[in-house]
C-alpha cells in the first residue's frame, strides 16, 4: 500500500498480492473498490452543483417560479425508490462504521474508506433529487442525460463491489454490505429505467406532440395544488405553506381560497355516483330489491380506499418495529452493564454481520426513528386518501339530495312521510355522518389485525403468560359487539328524534310571527324541550354505551398486564428482566390505539350506514309525474308557430319503452334529471319516456301524432282526468275532468273553498298522480306559475321578478307598472336592487303576491298560470293588476292566461270560465253559460259587481291609492327604517341589503367563551374532572415505576423468583385497580359536564331566540337559524365530549411523560424544553389559520342549507318555470364554496399531523441517544433506560393529540361561541321604537284601519306618546305574554303546524271538549270536511297544512281563534282567500259567534265591514272618523259616508 493512501486506507499490507492478475489484485483491493466509487460519486455531485448553479443564477430559468410542477413519468416512484436508496446508503455508512471498529478494537489504525464512499452517495443522491426537481420545474428534459450516465455509473460501481466481494468469499447473506449492494444495485437499475422512460418521452418525443397542461392549472382561482407539486411537497403538505403564512397574517375570507380541483367539485363527484346509482338501479330492476348504497360506495370510491388500506396495513405493521426495538435496546444496555464473566471474546477485523449490525444500540435508535417516519408518512397519506374520499361521497350525497329534492312528489312533503326537518337532515347531518364513516372505515378491518399482530409479538416475548392475557380479549368481545349494538340502536332513536326536533324548531321559525301575536311561543318552545329530552336521554345512553366501551379498552392491557406478568416466572421459569417488561410493556400501550378506535370507529360506521339507509329510503322516495312534453321544450323564447301537441298520462301498470334500440341506447346515456337540462328541461330525444331512478311506477309518454294533435286553438287538453295526491290513496280528489283551455285566452277558475281549484292547477303542472285520462300541452308551451302562497327568493327584489332572465327595460318597466310596484319600489334603499328577506318576511302578503305575479308577466311565457293572486289585494289594486297586466299584457298578446279567483266580477272578461265543485267540473263555457247551469251564480256576480265598486271611492278620498295599499306602504316604509337603523345608513342604501351578514368573530376564541361553557357545563363537575383526571395519572405513573423496580429486581436477584414476585406483583395490581377506578370517575364527570352543557345551551338559544323581535327574523334567513339549532348543536353535543375527553387525557399523558423522562435522566428537560417551544410556535402558527377555515367552513354551511330551504318552499313553482339546472348549479356553487373551505381545513390539520410525528420522531432519537449515552457514561440501569424511552414514544403521540385536540376544541368551541350569540340576541324589550300618536279606549266592533294598530295592541310596535288602554287598564303596564294571550289574531297568511287538527285548534288540549272543536268546525264552515276524513279531529296536517287549500287553512286559523275565547279578536284579511259565499256565511256566523267579543276587521271589501257596530277611519296615522256605521253615512262630507255612497251609485 502506498504510504501517501494510508489516511484512506490504512496500513493493512494484506490489499494487494504480487502472485495476483491485475482483474484479481483490483477485486481484492476493497480501497481501490471503494475509492473509485468516492471518485465517481464526487465526480457527478461536482457536476449535479455546477448545472444548478449555472443554469439556475445566469439563464432566464432563474425567473421562474411556479406554485405548480408538471412532473415527469415516473415521478412518484422515483421520489420513493430515492427515499429506500438514501435509507440503505445511511445503513452503508453506519455498516462501514460499525466494521472499522472491528478493526480499532485490534489496536489498527481506522480505515475511512469503508464509509467515506457511502457519505459521498449520501450527499450525491441527494443532490441529485434537488436536480431532478429543478428539471421538471424549469422543463429541461435534456438535463436527465446526466442523471442517466450518474445510475449507470453507480450500478457498475456497486456490480463490481459484489463481484470483489465473491472473490473474498464474503457472498454471505448474513454479511450486512453484500445485502446492501445488491439491494442498491436492484435500486439503480430501477432508476436508471425510469431515467430512459423519461428521455424517451420529454426529449425524444417532445417535439412529435405538444405537452399536455393540466385542466385545473388553465383557471388562476385553482390554487389546491395537492395534485400538481413533487411528490415530497404532496407527501409533506409543503404546497400548502402560503395558506399557512396568508393566513398567520390575515383573516381569511372564502375569495382566498379560490375554487376546489375538478375532481373534488360537487358536480364532477354527483356525475360519478349517479351514473353508480343508475347502474345499480338497472340490476335491481332485473333482480328486483332496492338500491344498494354501500355498493356504490364501493364501486366508485373502493379502488382509493384499498390503495389508503395498504398504506395503513403497512404504517401500522411498522409501527412494531418499535416496541421490539425497546426491547432490544434494553438488551444492548443490559450487557452493557451486567457484562458476561470471564475473558471478552476477541474477533479479528471483519465485515458486521446482520446479528451483530442489529444488536448496535445506535442502530436500533435509528431504526426506531426511520420506523417512526415511515409510519407517519404512510398514515398520513391513509388519512389524506380517507377523508377526501369522505369529501367527495359527502358533495356527491348533497347534491344527489338536492336533486332528488327537485323532483319529489308534493305528496312525498305534504303526506306525512317526510317533512323539512328530515330533509334537511339528509342535506346536513348524514352526507357528514357518511364522511366520517369513510374516514374511520379502515380502522373496522386494520384494528383486529393490529392486535391478532401485538399478541403475537407478545407470545413471541412472554410465551404462553401472553395467550392467557389475551383470552381476556376473546371473552370481552361478545360484551364489545352487546355494547356497541346498544349504541347502534340508541343511535337510530337518537336521530329520528332530532328529525322531530328540526321539524318542530323549523316551524316555529316559519310561525314565529303567528305564535308571538298568540303569545304560544313558550307553548311550541316546551314542544321542542320535550323532544329535547327524550333526544338528550338518547344521547345519554350512547355516551355510557361510549364510557363502558372506553373503560372496557383501556381495561383490557391492564388486566392483560396483570395477568402476563403474574404468569410469566411461574410458567416460565425465568425472572421478569427489563427487556422482557418493556417491550411487552410497550406492546400492550400499542394496544391501547387500536382499542379505542375499535369502539370509536363502529360508532362512527353505525352512524354512517344509518345515515346510508335514511338516505337511500329518501332517494327511493316518489317523484312528480315526468311530463313528455318536458322532452321537446324550449327554454330560450316561445315558438307559438307549431301545431304539434304531446300529452303525459299515467300507465296503469305498464312501463313504457321505445321500440328503437337505438333509442334506448342514447336514454342510457342520459347523465342529467331533465329538470337539470340547461335549456329548461329540453332533451334531445323526442318520443320516449325517460323514468328517472327514484320515481313511482308513474310515467308520462308522448303519445304519437295521430292521436295527440291538439286542435287549433287549444293550449291545454284533459281528457277523462282523474287524480289524487297520493297514489296510495282510494280516494280521487279530482275525478271526470274534461276541459280544453283555449289558446290566447283568458281562463277563470272559480269555485268555493277546498272545491279543488288549486288541485287542478297542480294537475296541469303535473304535480298530481293521474289515475286514469290524460292531461296534453301544445308542444313547444312554455308555463309560467304564481302559487297562491307567494313564494320569493332571498335576493334583490329585481332578481325575483327577472327569475335569471335578462334586463329588457321598456319590458321591465311595464311590468312594473302593470303590477303597482313603483310605490313600493320608491320606498325601498336601494330601489329595486334592495334584497328582500327570506320568503320576502320584509314585505307585505299583498307585495308578495305582486311581486310573485310580475315575475310570471315578465317570463314571456305561453301559458301563465295564476293561483288566486288577487286575494291578498284590495280591489283598486286587484283591478289594477287586471286590466294592466292580464289583459294588457298578457292576453292581449295571445298568451294563455289560467286565473283562479273568488273576484267574480271579472267573470265577464273570461273567454272560458270553469267552475269547481267537490273535485269535479260543475259547470264550464261563457258566463251565460254557467248562470243556466248555476243560477245562484248571478246573484253573487251581481253582488261582487257591487263590491268592487268600492275602489272607486278608496281611489277619490286617497289619491288614487286606497287605503290598503297605503298601509302595505307604510309598513314597508317602517321595515326599511329598522332594517337601517341598526346599520350604516350609506352602506345599507348603496347595497340594499335588508338581510344581514351572518356574524363572524375573528382571531382566536376569546377566553369568555370557554368560561361560558364551564358555567354551563358546571364549575364543580369541571374541576372534579380535573382533579379525578390528575390522580388517575399519579396511578399510572407509580405503576410504570414500580414495574421498572420489579424488573430489575429480576436481574440482580437470579435466585429467589417467588419472594421477588410477592413483593411486588400485589401492590402492581393494587395501583392497577386505583388507574381504573378513576378513569371511570374521570369519564363519567366528563360526560355529565358535557351533556349539561348541551342541554343549558340549546335551551338557553331556543328560550332567547322565541324572545327576539319580529325585526330579526326580517333580517336573518332561517337556515341561518336552523344551522344553529342542527350542525352547532350536533357539535356540542357529540364532539366536544370526545374532544375534551382526548384533551385532559392528552395533556395528563404528556405532563406524567415529562415528569418520569426527567426523573430518570434529568439532562432530557434541556432536549424537551426547545421541542416544547417548537410544538407551541408550530400550534400558534397552526391555530391561526385552521380556526379561520374551521369559521369558514361553518359560514359557508349556511348558504347551502338556506338555499336549500328555500328550494323546498318553491318546488311546484321551480318545476312550473323548468329552471331546476339553474337552481342546481346555484347550490353546486354553494357547495364547491364550503368544499374549498373543509377542504383546506382537513389539509392543514394533515399538514400539522405530518409536522407533529416528525418532530415526535427526531425525539424518540434524541431520547434514545440520550440514555444510551447515559447508560454508557453513568451506568443507567437497564430498566430506567426501557423506561424511558417507551414514555419517550408515549410523548410524542400524547403531544400530538395534545396540539390537535386543542385545534379540534378551538375549533368546536367556534359551534359554541355561534350559539352563545344567538343565546344573548336582543329580545322583544329593546324593540325599535315607531312612532304612532294613539289615545282612544276601543270598544264594540270597529271597522277597517292600519295594520300597525293591531301591532301596537299586540305591542309588537312600541308605544312612545300616549296610551293604549284596554279595559282600564293601560298595556304597558300587563306582561308581554299576558296581553297577547287575551287577544286573538287571524293573520293574512295562514299557519298551520305538523299535528293532529285537534292540537292545531287547541295546542293547550287543556280547555276545550270535542265538542266545543266540533262547533268551532262548524262556525268556520270546516265541519263537513273534517269529517269526511277518517280519523276526524285526529287526522294530521302535514307541514305547513299543505294538505289542506289556502282557504281551509284560513278557517282553521278562524276556528283557532273562536276557540281561545279571547275578549278580543283582530281578523286581518282573514277572509281574503275565500270565495264570496263562504265569506258571507262568516259574516253571520261571526256576528253571531263573536257577539260578546271586540273584534277588529280589516278589510278591503267594504261589505265585509258594513254590519261591525262601530267604524274606525284612520288616516295617516290619525283617526279621522269614529262611531256606529248609520252615524258616520250620516256625515255628508265624511270618508266613509263617501265610500258607501259610491259603494251604491
Avoid at 216 to 226: I, S
Avoid at 235 to 241: D, K
Avoid at 386 to 411: D, F, H, P
Wanted: some cysteine.
Amino acid at each position: 500500500m502506498d504510504p501517501e493512501w494510508e489516511w484512506f486506507c490504512g496500513i493493512n499490507s494484506s490489499y494487494t498480492n504480487e502472485s495476483l492478475d491485475w482483474y484479481d489484485n483490483v477485486r481484492n483491493n476493497t480501497c481501490l473498490v471503494n475509492g473509485v466509487g468516492s471518485i465517481s460519486h464526487g465526480i457527478f455531485l461536482i457536476l449535479f452543483s455546477l448545472i444548478l448553479l449555472v443554469v439556475g443564477c445566469c439563464t432566464k430559468y432563474r425567473q421562474v417560479n411556479t406554485k405548480h410542477l408538471l412532473v415527469y413519468p415516473g415521478h412518484s416512484i422515483r421520489w420513493l425508490i430515492s427515499a429506500l436508496l438514501l435509507v440503505i446508503i445511511l445503513a452503508s455508512i453506519g455498516e462501514g462504521v460499525m466494521t472499522d471498529e472491528t478493526y480499532q478494537v485490534l489496536n489498527q489504525p481506522t480505515q475511512p474508506h469503508l464509509y467515506v464512499h457511502s457519505v459521498l452517495s449520501f450527499i450525491a443522491v441527494l443532490v441529485s433529487l434537488i436536480y431532478y426537481h429543478h428539471m421538471e420545474l424549469w422543463q429541461i428534459p435534456i438535463m436527465s442525460t446526466l442523471l442517466f450516465l450518474y445510475w449507470l455509473s453507480s450500478l457498475g460501481h456497486e456490480i463490481f463491489r459484489v463481484l470483489s466481494l465473491e472473490y473474498q468469499n464474503q457472498d454471505d447473506v448474513n454479511i450486512v454490505l453484500f445485502d446492501l449492494t445488491v439491494i442498491k444495485i436492484v435500486i439503480y437499475f430501477f432508476l436508471m429505467i425510469i431515467e430512459l422512460n423519461v428521455i424517451r418521452t420529454e426529449f425524444c418525443c417532445c417535439c412529435q406532440q405538444p405537452k399536455h397542461f393540466p385542466s385545473d392549472l388553465r383557471r388562476d382561482e385553482m390554487k389546491y395544488m395537492h395534485y400538481n407539486v413533487s411528490f415530497f411537497s404532496s407527501l409533506t403538505f409543503w404546497w400548502a405553506n402560503w395558506l399557512l403564512t396568508l393566513g398567520y397574517k390575515k383573516h381569511l375570507e372564502l375569495s382566498d381560497l379560490g375554487v376546489p380541483p375538478k375532481r373534488h367539485e360537487a358536480k364532477f363527484n354527483h356525475e360519478r355516483f349517479r351514473k353508480a346509482f343508475k347502474e345499480e338501479m338497472k340490476k335491481t330492476s332485473i333482480t328486483g330489491g332496492e338500491v344498494s348504497l354501500p355498493k356504490i360506495y364501493v364501486k366508485v370510491y373502493g379502488r382509493r380506499l384499498v390503495c389508503a388500506a395498504i398504506l395503513k396495513l403497512v404504517g401500522e405493521m411498522i409501527a412494531f418495529i418499535n416496541p421490539l426495538a425497546i426491547g432490544a435496546l434494553t438488551s444492548y444496555v443490559t450487557t452493557l452493564k451486567y457484562p458476561n464473566e470471564g475473558p471478552p471474546e476477541v474477533n479479528p477485523g471483519h465485515h458486521v454481520t446482520m446479528e451483530e449490525f442489529f444488536k448496535n444500540g445506535f442502530v436500533l435508535v435509528v431504526v426506531m426513528f426511520l420506523a417512526s417516519v415511515v409510519n407517519v408518512f404512510c398514515l398520513q397519506t391513509h388519512f389524506y386518501i380517507a377523508i377526501i374520499e369522505g369529501l367527495n361521497v359527502r358533495a356527491a350525497i348533497q347534491a344527489m339530495v338536492y336533486e332528488k329534492s327537485l323532483r319529489l312528489s308534493t305528496v312525498a312533503t305534504t303526506g306525512g312521510t317526510m317533512d323539512m326537518g328530515q330533509i334537511t337532515n339528509h342535506m346536513s347531518v348524514d352526507p357528514t355522518a357518511i364522511f366520517f364513516m369513510f374516514q374511520m372505515v379502515n380502522n373496522l378491518w386494520a384494528v383486529p389485525i393490529q392486535l391478532a399482530v401485538n399478541l403475537a409479538l407478545l407470545y413471541s416475548q412472554m410465551g404462553y403468560s401472553a395467550l392467557i392475557g389475551a383470552s381476556l380479549f376473546i371473552l370481552m368481545s361478545p360484551v364489545q359487539l352487546n355494547i356497541a349494538s346498544f349504541i347502534g340502536r340508541q343511535q337510530k332513536k337518537l336521530l329520528k328524534c332530532s328529525d322531530e326536533r328540526l321539524k318542530k324548531t323549523n316551524e316555529l321559525l316559519q310561525g314565529i310571527k303567528l305564535l308571538k301575536l298568540y303569545a304560544w311561543e313558550g307553548l311550541y318552545c316546551k314542544a321542542i324541550e320535550i323532544i329535547r329530552a327524550k333526544e338528550l336521554s338518547f344521547l345519554l345512553k350512547i355516551n355510557i354505551g361510549f364510557i363502558s366501551t372506553v373503560c372496557l379498552t383501556l381495561s383490557m392491557p391492564v388486566l392483560v398486564t396483570i395477568v402476563g406478568y403474574g404468569t410469566y416466572t411461574a410458567l416460565t421459569g425465568d425472572p421478569l428482566t427489563p427487556a422482557v417488561t418493556f417491550s411487552s410493556l410497550a406492546l400492550f400501550n400499542a394496544l391501547l390505539v387500536p382499542l379505542m378506535n375499535l369502539p370509536m370507529s363502529l360508532l362512527y360506521f353505525i352512524n354512517g350506514y344509518v345515515s346510508t339507509k335514511r338516505v337511500q329510503k329518501f332517494l327511493a322516495a316518489p317523484e312528480v309525474e315526468k311530463h313528455g312534453s318536458e322532452l321537446s321544450r324550449e327554454q330560450n323564447g316561445a315558438r307559438r308557430d307549431q301545431a304539434e301537441s304531446v300529452g303525459f298520462r299515467k300507465p296503469d301498470s305498464e312501463t313504457f319503452t321505445d321500440s328503437s334500440s337505438e333509442s334506448s341506447e342514447e336514454i342510457d346515456t342520459v347523465e342529467t334529471s331533465k329538470l337539470m337540462k340547461k335549456n329548461g328541461g329540453n332533451d334531445v330525444t323526442k318520443g320516449v319516456s325517460i323514468l328517472r331512478y327514484g320515481s313511482t311506477c308513474t310515467g308520462r309518454e308522448v303519445q304519437n301524432e295521430s292521436t295527440t294533435r291538439l286542435k287549433h286553438g287549444v293550449a291545454i287538453k284533459i281528457s277523462n282526468g282523474c287524480f289524487l295526491w297520493d297514489p296510495e290513496s282510494s280516494h280521487a280528489v279530482l275525478s271526470d275532468i274534461n276541459v280544453e283551455i283555449p289558446e290566447g285566452k283568458l281562463t277563470i277558475l272559480t269555485g268555493q273553498v277546498g272545491s279543488g281549484k288549486s288541485s287542478f292547477i297542480s294537475a296541469i303542472l303535473g304535480e298530481m298522480t293521474t289515475i286514469t285520462g290524460m292531461v296534453q300541452v301544445r308542444d313547444r308551451n312554455q308555463i309560467a306559475f304564481a302559487a297562491q302562497k307567494p313564494w320569493l327568493l332571498n335576493t334583490s327584489l329585481q332578481e325575483n321578478i327577472l327569475f335569471s332572465q335578462p334586463v329588457e327595460s321598456r319590458k321591465y318597466k311595464r311590468v312594473i307598472d302593470a303590477c303597482a310596484l313603483r310605490p313600493d319600489i320608491d320606498i325601498l334603499p336601494a330601489g329595486d336592487q334592495t334584497e328582500i328577506g327570506e320568503k320576502g318576511i320584509n314585505l307585505s302578503g299583498g307585495q308578495k303576491q305582486r311581486i310573485s305575479v310580475a315575475r310570471t308577466m315578465y317570463s314571456d311565457r305561453d301559458v301563465i298560470i295564476l293561483d288566486d293572486p288577487l286575494s291578498a289585494l284590495d280591489v283598486h289594486v286587484g283591478r289594477h293588476l287586471f286590466e294592466e297586466g292580464i289583459m294588457k299584457l298578457l292576453v292581449s298578446h295571445r298568451q294563455t292566461v289560467i286565473l283562479v279567483t273568488h273576484q267574480l266580477q271579472y267573470l265577464n272578461r273570461a273567454d272560458l270560465i270553469i267552475e269547481m265543485k267537490d273535485g269535479r267540473i260543475a259547470a264550464q263555457g261563457t258566463l251565460d253559460d254557467i248562470i243556466a247551469a248555476d243560477p245562484d251564480m248571478y246573484s253573487e256576480y251581481n253582488k261582487a259587481i257591487e263590491l268592487a265598486s268600492e275602489s272607486e271611492a278608496e281611489l277619490e278620498q286617497s289619491g288614487y291609492e286606497s287605503e290598503s295599499v297605503k298601509e302595505e306602504r307604510e309598513r314597508l316604509r317602517q321595515q326599511v327604517k329598522t332594517a337601517i337603523l341598526t346599520k350604516d345608513v350609506d352602506k345599507s342604501r348603496a347595497s340594499g341589503t335588508l338581510m344581514e351578514k351572518e356574524e363572524m368573530e375573528r382571531g382566536s376564541v376569546s377566553y369568555s367563551v370557554y368560561i361560558y361553557y364551564a358555567i354551563n357545563a358546571g364549575w364543580l363537575t369541571f374541576i372534579l374532572s380535573v382533579i379525578l383526571a390528575a390522580v388517575n395519572s399519579g396511578f399510572l405513573i407509580g405503576t410504570n415505576f414500580w414495574l421498572s423496580a420489579w424488573s430489575e429486581a429480576g436481574l440482580r436477584n437470579q435466585t429467589d423468583y417467588d419472594e421477588i414476585f410477592a413483593q411486588y406483583f400485589g401492590v402492581y395490581v393494587g395501583l392497577n385497580a386505583g388507574y381504573l377506578i378513576f378513569r371511570v370517575l374521570t369519564a363519567a364527570a366528563i360526560v355529565w359536564g358535557v351533556l349539561t352543557a348541551a342541554k343549558r345551551l340549546q335551551r338557553g338559544m331556543l328560550h332567547n331566540i322565541i324572545k327576539v323581535p319580529l325585526r330579526f327574523f326580517d333580517t336573518t334567513p332561517i337556515g341561518r337559524v336552523l344551522n344553529r339549532f342542527s350542525n352547532d348543536t350536533e357539535q356540542i353535543d357529540t364532539k366536544l365530549l370526545q374532544t375534551i375527553n382526548l384533551l385532559l387525557a392528552s395533556s395528563l399523558k404528556v405532563l406524567s411523560a415529562v415528569l418520569v423522562n426527567t426523573i430518570v435522566m434529568p439532562i432530557f428537560i434541556a432536549f424537551f424544553i426547545p421541542i416544547a417551544i417548537g410544538y407551541f410556535f408550530l400550534q400558534r402558527y397552526f391555530l391561526a389559520t385552521s380556526r379561520e377555515l374551521q369559521r369558514l367552513d361553518s359560514v359557508s354551511k349556511s348558504p347551502v342549507f338556506a338555499y336549500f330551504s328555500e328550494s323546498l318552499g318553491g318546488l311546484t313553482t321551480i318545476r312550473a318555470f323548468r329552471c331546476g339546472d339553474r337552481f342546481y348549479k346555484t347550490v353546486i356553487s354553494r357547495i364547491n364554496s364550503n368544499l374549498s373551505a373543509f377542504m383546506y381545513l382537513q389539509v392543514v390539520q394533515r399538514w400539522l399531523g405530518v409536522r407533529l410525528d416528525f418532530i415526535g420522531a427526531l425525539m424518540v432519537i434524541l431520547a434514545g441517544m440520550t440514555t444510551l449515552v447515559g447508560a454508557l457514561t453513568i451506568g443507567l440501569d437497564p430498566s430506567l433506560v426501557g423506561l424511558a424511552v417507551t414514555y419517550t414514544l408515549q410523548i410524542s403521540g400524547y403531544l400530538n393529540f395534545y396540539v390537535r385536540t386543542m385545534a379540534d376544541l378551538e375549533m368546536q368551541m367556534n359551534a359554541v361561541e355561534r350559539v352563545k350569540y344567538y343565546t344573548h340576541v336582543d329580545n322583544e324589550s329593546y324593540e325599535v321604537v315607531y312612532c304612532i300618536c294613539l289615545q282612544v279606549g276601543i270598544c264594540g266592533r270597529t271597522g277597517a284601519g292600519k295594520s300597525s294598530l293591531t301591532l301596537a295592541l299586540l305591542r309588537v310596535i312600541d308605544i312612545c306618546k300616549g296610551r293604549v288602554v284596554i279595559d282600564g287598564i293601560d298595556i304597558k303596564s300587563v306582561p308581554l305574554t299576558s296581553l297577547r294571550s287575551q287577544i286573538s289574531i287571524i293573520p293574512q297568511d295562514p299557519v298551520l303546524f305538523t299535528g293532529t287538527i285537534r292540537y292545531n285548534l287547541d295546542p293547550t288540549g287543556k280547555d276545550n271538549t270535542d265538542e266545543s272543536l266540533w262547533r268551532a268546525l262548524e262556525i268556520a264552515q270546516l265541519k263537513d270536511a273534517v269529517s269526511s276524513l277518517d280519523e276526524g279531529l285526529d287526522s294530521m296536517i302535514s307541514e305547513g297544512g299543505e294538505n289542506f287549500s289556502v282557504g281551509q287553512r284560513q278557517l282553521f286559523c278562524l276556528a283557532r281563534a273562536f276557540l281561545r275565547k279571547s275578549r278580543i279578536l283582530i281578523m286581518d284579511e282573514a277572509t281574503a282567500s275565500i270565495d264570496l259565499e263562504t265569506d258571507k256565511l262568516l259574516q253571520s256566523v261571526v256576528t253571531t259567534a263573536f257577539a260578546e267579543r271586540t273584534v277588529l276587521t280589516i278589510a278591503h271589501r267594504i261589505g265585509t265591514i258594513l254590519n261591525s257596530d262601530k267604524i274606525l277611519v284612520l288616516d295617516e296615522g290619525k283617526v279621522v272618523e269614529y262611531g256606529a256605521p248609520n252615524e258616520l253615512i250620516e256625515k255628508e262630507d265624511g270618508i266613509f259616508a263617501s265610500f258607501v255612497r259610491d259603494k251604491h251609485m
